[in-house]
């Protein structure tokens, strides 16, 4: 078997990036232990709690469930570039104000999609927010002040932005 | 998981040598929902993994009035969203695909890799036996199209050999005035996996019923056509006691088990709710109804 | 020194809405957990878990995976001379010596240079097990001839039930009976006769009711990084509750001193009593120690599902009598604990509010802890409260509405006031209890019911029902200790060991910060590890602020005091006469003052003459304070599929003083949901051979936003005597009524009663059909 490191290529964060990678490696394992990002974390590697979400060519996927020769040439985008500047997001601010993030293990998997959900559905109802975030397990605050908080941020991020 | 080799093929040739080559040894991914929890649960440890998504082709999904060509690439939020299977026709097609995880898994999950897979309670698949979708497969040997209703075989297995590839799905038109509806029950809104679902398809002529199809899944080891309900539809005015004659029927079909999801009781109750409603749903939009 | 001191005068403390200061880190992802340290040369673990409930281990060939290239250590039982051949905790149980007691038990574990070489390693170590018959139903393995969990005469393990009640009643007794093989603690308390009391009673009311496993649902999942010194050190970077306990307890399973380990603890994604033991900590650091590298252990979700120490599963056959005209007569009660492998569960909490919540005055409350051959259990935010609460009050709920009385008015009415006697014969502290029931007919919901009843099948709606119920959570004690000093330019710093999970680290400062007479931002806080911070305990039982924010007023008030004491010596006043002003000590009515930070740099400085402020606390507690909490709830059923639809949801918790608004009210949004899960949707399954058949969060079901509401919160106010400005523990009550609540709601919309959780669709549903 020839198991070994493969180079890649791929978009991180709006920064090219070469990588090298395992093949049997997926897409969070790249990002956490070859990258060295914190945000996109592991809560249960089978595509059933979104802590691991990240935007895979602009779309919320389960990087979990991403081989990581599967995101080659393509564009990654984690939390850490949800900011802009060293600025926060309009989510990210709104949830620090609200004081939404308890333990934290599952917010940067919630803002990622919110932020795709946001960058589809500029202005969602509630209950399209709670669909958009139902992939998203949280047990410490019970989603209440999350929802809130993404309807403020939808007041405040421009129309047509891409995050 | 284990560790294995990874093939990229460029092309649907390079994927079938590629299979040819590595045989029962190698399995294939496009959207990975069921192979990677799969591997991470060790029920399956492939020396190599072929990946499709740098076969473009399977990613296409074309519509005309003859019908529908779905790549197997496409997704379930492809179809959860396409303007294209908003309309009655094939509307129960666009419902189950938004059923399926969540949104995350959703812009990966694959209609190829829910008919491959050959989950019981893959929710893709009624609707697409409801539709009379035909699998192309393609093979050393060349392409060859069967019916989808004789593609799956038992849990986890089709007629694909290991060196060949579902390619796309042919789903003819139904025509006007058809409607479909897809139903499951789970016990939370999202992130969950059917414990009864149904996919009915209607096509209606002058009021009456011309061709109905009712799929089960999760009911049986492989997805059941409730055939003797059909067939009291065919032909007949679908009155609500005609319809909740087919319930009836579509509940003898099935053949639950009892697992930790449900019991075979509630199964069979289920089947009968269902496939009243979907019965129900897919009437109002053979009939021009928007709902 | 009282401990209900106002704020002092115009500062930002307590009180005060103030979001966590760690936000912008957990919005960024930069915060760290355990598996985001990487130190160089780490090594990753894995373990080989027993398949079967019950076996012999006979042979253990580690071989081939020792030979698999990558692979630097593998150990078994008998690479392990310090185990102890009968463990007494489920932490001293690092791999199994010649029996295995529950399916996932650790035999063997690996330490390789990536994850997947210790996945194939693992598929290497090859084990011949006898497999022997297993006790896996409670009610099974309490028979004569059951098969064994524990040898005889294995102690049983209190230490939970002490860390949770020091409400010293019905002291768990080991069981004596030596046919009782598997029942491994009994209790028992009585008062009156409850036989007179039944034939006394115009209605006679008996049901079960049943909890299964529930797993605490920590995102994070258990980890910890271990690596030694070339001196015998050890560091643990823990995922962890309780730092204090987790050194204490490693250092006892692997017979070291507690001063040589230091354990760190890191940012902890979630525990709620899952992580308030040590689990993987030993083996852990037995791999780095046989390979003189870091090792890192982190837990698989279906690892976490199949073999953490979940919630225990809770038997409560409850039989009532009452008089027609709602006079309660009498209560009898068996309540079964199944704990496990390991004995842990908190029997005490259960009689109590089972025979006390409401006065009895004829009780005979019997409970069993009893050993099966599963998982062992640890704690879950109120152990053993919401399923004693959904028995009680569903209870209460259910014979009200026989007698055709208003269920909250007869609550009320029998509801026991602070003062009159617990199970136990002492009297129940001051408490709110009364004070949140009595919010329930305020309520819009609960005004409305009748005509939310009324739309029940109309326009395509289904069955519709309003329901609540009341519970709480007695509170918990620890002694502890908190630091406080004043630093050379004015502000403060607090030191606690106190792990912050709940964000109490932010209303601990606004409790310095209101104590000592300085505006919050002025204040940090910082937990310490075990080798810098005072001895602290867990961060659980609510009983952070209650224990841990006193320590801190106490320091903050010290702190305060010298700090008055050297400014009256500068500015020749007396004391009295002294306030702290916007960062100065000045003499009341006058402008002669002189600054914090100058009585701080004085205190710092070479040669001088006048001592730093610094003050250390060490309080130790004997006084619990109760809170309570109910929460209610408007739903809809579809009568033919059972689904059912949350439309609204209310928490109404005591809490006492509210030191940080925001923050409490996520305390009572997310324990709410906790306790929803646990109603409708939660549950571990095993089959009949003691084997999860639910091991993935696909089948293990939390509940995600799109199930719920908006959870709406009711602060009410009762000041506790002995707590922070008043305050009471927060984490715990709300996951206790809702349980209840759903069930109540469940009967008021569709007529059926149903004692088993999770309310399912399926129960729902049948349970209808049957109906007609």
């Known amino acids: ?163 | 998981m284990r560790r294995f080799e990874m093939i990229l093929p460029g092309s649907v040739k390079e994927c079938v040598q590629a299979l040819q080559q590595h045989g029962a040894a190698a399995k294939l991914v496009a959207g990975g929902t069921d192979l990677l929890p799969q591997l991470k649960n060790h029920l399956l440890k492939p020396g190599v993994v072929v990946d499709l998504s740098g076969v473009a082709p399977l990613r296409q999904l074309t519509a005309d009035k003859t019908g529908l060509r779905i790549g197997a690439a496409v997704t379930a939020r492809e179809l959860e969203r396409d303007p294209r299977l908003q309309g009655p026709q094939y509307r129960g097609l666009a419902e189950s695909g938004a059923l399926v995880g969540s949104v995350q898994v959703r812009h990966l999950a694959t209609v190829g890799g829910n008919i491959c897979n050959a989950a019981p309670s893959a929710d893709m698949i009624p609707p697409l036996l409801a539709l009379e979708a035909v699998a192309v497969i393609a093979g050393p040997r060349g392409e060859r199209r069967v019916p989808l209703r004789d593609v799956i075989t038992g849990v986890r297995k089709t007629v694909l050999a290991p060196d060949e590839l579902l390619l796309e799905l042919a789903v003819p038109d139904p025509g006007p005035h058809s409607g479909g509806a897809y139903l499951r029950h789970t016990p939370r809104r999202e992130l969950d996996i059917a414990v009864v679902g149904v996919g009915s398809q209607v096509t209606l002529a002058n009021g009456v019923c011309t061709k109905a199809r009712i799929a089960l899944a999760a009911v049986a080891p492989t997805p059941v056509h409730a055939t003797a309900a059909e067939r009291a539809l065919e032909g007949q005015a679908l009155t609500p006691q005609k319809i909740e004659e087919a319930a009836t029927l579509a509940v003898e079909a099935a053949r639950p088990i009892s697992d930790q999801r449900g019991s075979a009781e509630f199964r069979r109750h289920l089947v009968r709710v269902l496939t009243r409603r979907t019965l129900t749903t897919a009437l109002a939009r053979a009939n021009g109804a928007q709902a | ?772």
Not at chain 3, 393 to 399: G, I, N, Q, R, V
């Open chain 3, 1 to 772: 020194m009282s401990s209900t001191m106002k704020t002092t005068r115009d500062v930002r403390g307590v009180g005060l809405s103030i979001p966590r200061p760690d936000g912008p880190e957990k919005v960024t992802g930069r915060v760290q957990y355990v598996a985001d340290i990487t130190p160089r040369g780490l090594l990753h673990a894995k373990l080989l878990r027993s398949p079967h409930a019950h076996a012999k281990i006979i042979k253990i060939d580690t071989s081939k995976a020792k030979a698999l290239p990558g692979v630097r250590a593998v150990l078994t039982a008998g690479d392990i001379p310090e185990l102890k051949h009968k463990a007494p905790t489920r932490a001293h149980a690092v791999l199994a010596i010649d029996r295995v007691v529950f399916a996932g038990q650790p035999v063997a574990a690996v330490a390789a240079d990536e994850p997947a070489i210790a996945e194939e390693a693992l598929d290497l170590i090859e084990v011949q097990y006898e497999v022997l018959p297993a006790s896996i139903d409670p009610l099974k393995a309490m028979l004569p001839g059951a098969p064994g969990v524990a040898e005889l005469g294995t102690k049983a393990d209190t230490s939970e039930a002490l860390a949770h009640s020091a409400v010293a009643m019905a002291k768990s007794t080991e069981a004596a009976d030596a046919k009782a093989v598997n029942v491994s603690q009994t209790a028992h308390v009585k008062r009156g006769d409850v036989a007179k009391g039944f034939a006394e009673s115009d209605l006679v009311l008996e049901h079960t009711y049943k909890i299964p496993m529930v797993h605490q649902g920590y995102l994070e999942p258990h980890a910890v990084l271990a690596e030694w010194d070339r001196s015998g050190n050890l560091t643990l970077w823990a995922s962890t509750q309780g730092s204090f306990n987790t050194r204490s307890e490693v250092a006892d399973v692997l017979g070291i001193e507690e001063n040589r380990i230091k354990v760190i603890p890191v940012e902890c994604g979630g525990g709620f009593g899952g992580k308030i033991r040590a689990l993987c900590e030993p083996i852990t650091a037995l791999l780095a120690r046989a390979t003189s590298r870091p090792v890192r252990y982190v837990m698989t979700r279906r690892e976490e599902l199949e073999a953490g120490m979940p919630a225990p599963q809770v038997i409560i056959r409850l039989k009532t009598g009452v008089k027609r005209d709602g006079t309660l007569m009498a209560l009898e009660a068996d309540t079964i604990l199944d704990s496990g492998a390991f004995s842990g569960t908190v029997l005490a909490v259960s009689a109590v509010f089972l025979g006390s919540l409401y006065r009895w005055p004829a009780f005979d409350i019997k409970g069993s802890e009893v050993l099966t051959h599963k998982p062992s259990v640890a704690a879950y935010r109120a152990p053993v409260a919401p399923h004693t609460i959904f028995a009680i009050d569903s209870h209460m709920e259910h014979l009200a509405r026989e007698l055709g009385l208003d269920p909250v008015e007869f609550r009320r009415r029998h509801l026991s006031k602070p003062g009159e006697p617990m199970v136990n014969n002492q009297p129940w502290a001051s408490n709110g209890a009364h004070e949140v029931l009595a919010q329930i007919p305020q309520h819009r919901l609960w005004k409305e019911r009748a005509q939310w009843k009324a739309g029940s099948g109309k326009n395509g709606h289904g069955l519709r029902g309003t329901g609540f119920a009341l519970g709480g959570w007695l509170g918990g004690l620890q002694p502890t200790g908190a630091t406080v000093k004043l630093n050379p330019d004015g502000t403060l710093a607090v030191l606690t060991g106190q792990v912050d999970i709940a964000g109490t680290n932010i209303a601990l400062a606004q409790i310095a910060a209101s104590a000592y007479g300085v505006d919050i931002e002025k204040v940090k806080i910082t937990t310490g590890d075990t080798d810098v911070a005072p001895v602290t305990g867990l961060s659980a039982g609510s009983k952070t602020i209650y224990t841990v924010g006193v320590a801190v007023m106490q320091a903050a008030q010290t702190a305060r005091a010298q700090t008055l004491d050297i400014a009256s010596k500068e500015l020749e006043a007396s004391v009295q006469d002294l306030e702290i002003v916007d960062g100065k000590v000045v003499v009341k009515g006058t402008d002669k003052g002189v600054t914090l930070a100058s009585i701080g740099k004085k205190g710092n400085l070479y040669m001088s003459k006048v001592e730093p402020v610094l003050a250390a606390s060490h309080p130790a507690f004997s006084q619990q304070a109760p809170a309570f909490c109910a929460e209610l709830a408007r739903i809809e059923v579809d009568p033919d599929t059972g689904e059912l639809k949350l439309h609204e949801f209310v928490v109404i918790q005591d809490v006492g003083k509210a030191i940080n608004p925001l923050a409490v009210e996520g305390q009572m949004q997310g324990g709410s949901v906790q306790s929803l899960g646990i109603a409708l949707t939660e549950g571990l399954l095993y089959d009949d051979s003691g084997r999860l058949t639910n091991p993935s969060l696909l089948d293990y079901r939390k509940l995600t936003a799109a199930d719920l509401p908006d959870i709406e919160t009711i602060i009410v106010e009762v000041p506790s005597p002995a707590g922070p400005f008043g305050a009471r523990g927060v984490g715990e009550p709300p996951i206790v009524p809702a349980p209840a609540a759903l069930a109540n709601a469940i009967h008021d919309a569709t007529g059926v009663r149903l004692t088993e959780v999770p309310l399912t669709p399926e129960r729902i549903a049948l349970a209808i059909a049957a109906k007609r």
């Open chain 1, 1 to 163: 078997m020839n198991a070994r490191k493969q180079a890649m290529t791929l978009t991180l964060n709006d920064e090219p990036v070469d990588v090298l990678v395992r093949p049997y490696e997926t897409l969070l394992d790249t990002l956490r232990e070859t990258l060295g990002l914190t945000g996109p974390k592991e809560g249960c590697g089978t595509g059933d709690c979104g802590a691991c979400t990240v935007h895979l060519d602009g779309k919320a996927v389960a990087s979990c469930l991403v081989l990581a020769l599967q995101a080659r040439n393509r564009t990654v985008r984690t939390i850490e570039g949800l900011s802009a500047d060293g600025i926060l997001h309009p989510l990210q601010d709104a949830f620090v104000r609200l004081g939404v993030p308890q333990c934290g293990f599952c917010i940067p998997g919630v803002l990622m999609a919110a932020a795709a959900l946001l960058a589809e559905t500029p202005k969602p109802t509630e209950d399209e927010i709670r669909y958009g975030i139902a992939g998203n397990l949280c047990r410490c605050t019970g989603y209440t002040k999350m929802i809130t908080a993404i309807a403020e941020a939808a007041q405040a991020v421009p129309q047509g932005a891409s995050r």
